[in-house]
Each structure stands twice: as C-alpha cells, then as structure tokens.
Nanobody, 125 residues
Framework: QVQLVESGGGLVQAGGSMRLSCSVS?????????MAWFRRAPGKGREFVAG????????LYADSVKGRFTIARVNAEKMADLQMSSLKSEDTAVYYC?????????????????WGQGTQVTVSS
C-alpha cells in the first residue's frame, strides 16, 4: 500500500508565497520513483505543474510556473516539496502530489501510479 498526503495549502494573497509538502508512506519497499505535482483549477482539467526525478537530479516545470515554483526532494524519496512564489490568481486550484511508475518525471498523468487526495490553494487578488 502506498499513501501520499499533501499539506500546506490555504489562502494567500497574490504575489505571496506558499510551500506544499507531500509525504509518502509505503507498507513495503517499492523501489524508487519520480514524483510530481499536478493541479486542477475550477472548471478545468488536471494540469502538470512540476516533477522531479527519483534522485532529484532533474526537474521539469510547466511553462506557466517556470521561474516561480521550485520542486525539491526532501528526506530522500519520501517527500517532495513544492515552493511557490509570486503567486497569481490563476494558480488557484487543488494541488495533487503523485508518484510515478518510472524514475523520470513526465507531464502525462497516466505515467503516475499513486495520487494524494489534494490540497486547496487559493490566491486572492
């Protein structure tokens, strides 16, 4: 059993910063894997935000967040934080943490095997 739990969401003013954390718990060793953050804004589909490889050696960002968001591994492969800065109203969404089937981050949701329940981020303008 693999469980992902997001934390750190809430309300922030435009231009502000927020950090999201994703903790991973596994009942048995399932090897290493890439991790990523996706989001779903009201009335829109799921969107890739940022991803990081199994060892943190490579990262991938959506153009809409590049230069503003940073994804990082914390405590080896057990956690993946998303530091968000210069937040905009269009960043308002439910943010989901996901664990990939492979070791390299991709933008395709189908490449991710396990998902968290999501955490709401609301940016007020």
């Amino acid at each position: 059993q693999v469980q992902l739990v997001e934390s750190g969401g809430g309300l922030v003013q435009a231009g502000g910063s927020m950090r999201l954390s994703c903790s991973v718990s596994m009942s048995m060793n399932r090897g290493v894997a890439a991790m990523a953050w996706f989001r779903r804004a009201p009335g829109k589909g799921r969107e890739f935000v940022a991803g990081i490889s199994w060892n943190g050696g490579s990262t991938l960002y959506a153009d809409s967040v590049k230069g503003r968001f940073t994804i990082a591994r914390v405590n080896a492969e057990k956690m993946a934080d998303l530091q968000m800065s210069s937040l905009k109203s269009e960043d308002t969404a439910v943010y989901y943490c996901a664990r990939a089937r492979g070791i390299t981050a991709t933008v395709a949701p189908d490449d991710y095997e396990y998902w968290g329940q999501g955490t709401q981020v609301t940016v007020s303008s």
